[in-house]
């Protein structure tokens, strides 16, 4: 089965750099994505790492590391409107080959402070 | 472009009745979800459908039934609603493409059930 690890709650401040972690169990690895989820909003796609690396966009960067079964998002120059919870997830798998099934963490809920 | 959307938004309801949370979606994607999501459980998937006529279970499918007779429908019923059911319900959708990454998520409904 696939499973996934996220803190629950991270703290940071406006202006700041903030790195949220998951890490994942998997029998078959189909690379990491990243949602974001504003208080009372749905779950919006950030990013997504098939490959080991960095991928930017914007303020935003997540990294993948498959050898750890390690990735994270990374938020830099954090504003007040990057308060929300941001999930990790994984494709599930089937006999072998990739679902468009995803698993999702538990979520991370960042609070932004002035 | 209304793109993926949901009805009702907010719904009450008695122990023992029945309830159908609707789903729409105007992109033509084959996959569609449904999730539930409570407070320290994420997003858990409880049926998910690969096209019209073609649906499966995911992690929490017991108690709830759908069905998928056209590709932008995807109904979700609770045959019979009980207060562990109370929750706030995504759909999402996806497309066929392989390794498609990104789930389009509708507004969410949120279900009590008294």
């Known amino acids: 089965g696939q499973s996934l690890e996220q803190p629950s709650e991270v703290t940071a401040v406006e202006g700041a750099i903030v790195q949220i972690n998951c890490t994942y169990q998997t029998s078959g690895f189909y690379g990491l994505s990243w949602y974001q989820q504003h208080d009372g909003g749905a779950p919006t796609f950030l990013s997504y790492n098939a490959l080991d690396g960095l991928e930017e966009t914007g303020r935003f960067s997540s990294f993948l590391s498959r050898s750890d079964s390690y990735g994270y998002l990374l938020l830099q120059e954090l504003q007040m409107k990057d308060s929300a919870s941001y999930f990790c997830?994984?494709?599930?798998?089937?006999?072998?080959?990739?679902?468009?099934?995803?698993?999702f963490g538990t979520g991370t809920l960042l609070a932004v402070q002035p | 472009d209304a793109g993926i959307t949901q009805s009702p938004r907010y719904k009450i309801t008695e122990t023992g009745r029945q309830v159908t949370l609707m789903c729409h979606q105007t992109w033509s994607h084959s996959y569609m979800f449904w999730y539930r999501q409570d407070l320290g459980h994420g997003l858990r998937l409880i049926y998910y459908s690969a096209a019209a006529d073609i649906t499966d279970k995911g992690e929490v499918p017991d108690g709830y039934v759908v069905s998928r007779s056209k590709t932008e429908n995807f109904p979700l019923t609770l045959e019979s609603a009980t207060r562990s059911q109370t929750s706030v319900y995504f759909c999402?959708?996806?497309?066929?493409?392989?390794?498609?990454?990104?789930?389009?998520f509708g507004p969410g409904t949120r279900l009590l059930v008294l």
């Open positions: 997830a994984v494709r599930d798998s089937l006999r072998g080959g990739a679902t468009n099934k995803l698993i």
């Open positions: 999402a959708s996806s497309s066929e493409l392989a390794y498609q990454e990104t789930q389009y």
